[in-house]
């Protein structure tokens, strides 16, 4: 399983776009990219996946570049409720083997007002 | 629609006591996992189950047996509890037609043993 690295923790402010990067060197050709995001309390939520270039849906973008060695997500105009750990995940969905995806440490997002 | 649902939610044993945590899912999925998530770190698989009667070791399986005799249901065991298993424990599915493989996780189970 490829292994990933993010920043241990960020900070913000409301209204302001918040980009988490998180390298994978050894991403394999199957391999794509997960992120959720966990409250306090709360198991984590799926955000957003994403194989090559740019996916974004309501709640956020994943951008990857062409040797898909790190991936950012990108979270627009971040508010209070948005304060969780976000995690990037690496791996081949369901391929016969279900979804053994190793979450990381995360990213611990702090916005302040 | 439930989702997933973990039962109990808190508990706490004595060093040596046995208990089984209890995963529901009402979604049909075919994968179903154990998490334990321990302070300030992220989710380590327990065991999984890729189909009803089948189970499989994830990262740190030593100290817990599951078992998976209906596909809706995913139970964790622990029989002979250690402090060192005093964690959150996450159960998550996932369905075998999505491509996303997209998680499904309970609210956790937090287990105290002393």
């Known amino acids: 399983l490829a292994k990933t690295t993010q920043p241990i923790s960020m900070d913000s402010y409301e209204g302001q776009e918040v980009n988490i990067t998180c390298s994978h060197n050894n991403i394999a050709t199957n391999d794509y990219i997960t992120w959720y995001q966990q409250f306090p309390s709360q198991g984590p939520r799926f955000i957003i996946q994403?194989?090559?270039t740019k996916v974004t849906n309501e709640v956020a973008s994943l951008f990857i570049p062409a040797d898909r060695k790190s991936s950012t997500l990108s979270l627009p105009r971040v508010s209070l409720s948005d304060t969780a750990v976000y995690y990037c995940?690496?791996?081949?969905?369901?391929?016969?083997?279900?979804?053994?995806?190793?979450f990381g440490t995360g990213t611990q997002l702090k916005v302040e007002l | 629609n439930a989702g997933v649902t973990q039962t109990p939610k808190f508990r706490v044993l004595k060093t040596g006591q046995s208990m089984t945590l209890l995963c529901a899912q009402d979604?049909?999925?075919?994968?179903m996992y154990w998490y334990r998530q321990d302070p300030g770190m992220g989710l380590r698989l327990i065991h999984y189950?890729?189909?009803?009667?089948?189970?499989a070791k994830g990262e740190v399986p030593d100290g817990y047996n599951v078992s998976r005799l209906k596909k809706q249901n995913f139970l964790l065991g622990l029989e002979s509890a250690a402090p060192s298993q005093t964690s959150v424990y996450f159960c998550?599915?996932?369905?075998?037609?999505?491509?996303?493989?997209?998680?499904?996780f309970g609210e956790g189970s937090r287990l105290t043993v002393l």
């Open positions: 998550a599915s996932s369905g075998s037609n999505s491509t996303l493989g997209e998680l499904f």
């Open positions: 979604m049909n999925h075919e994968y």
């Open positions: 994403g194989y090559k």
């Open positions: 995940l690496v791996g081949a969905p369901n391929t016969g083997g279900g979804n053994k995806l190793t």
């Open positions: 189950s890729v189909g009803e009667g089948t189970t």
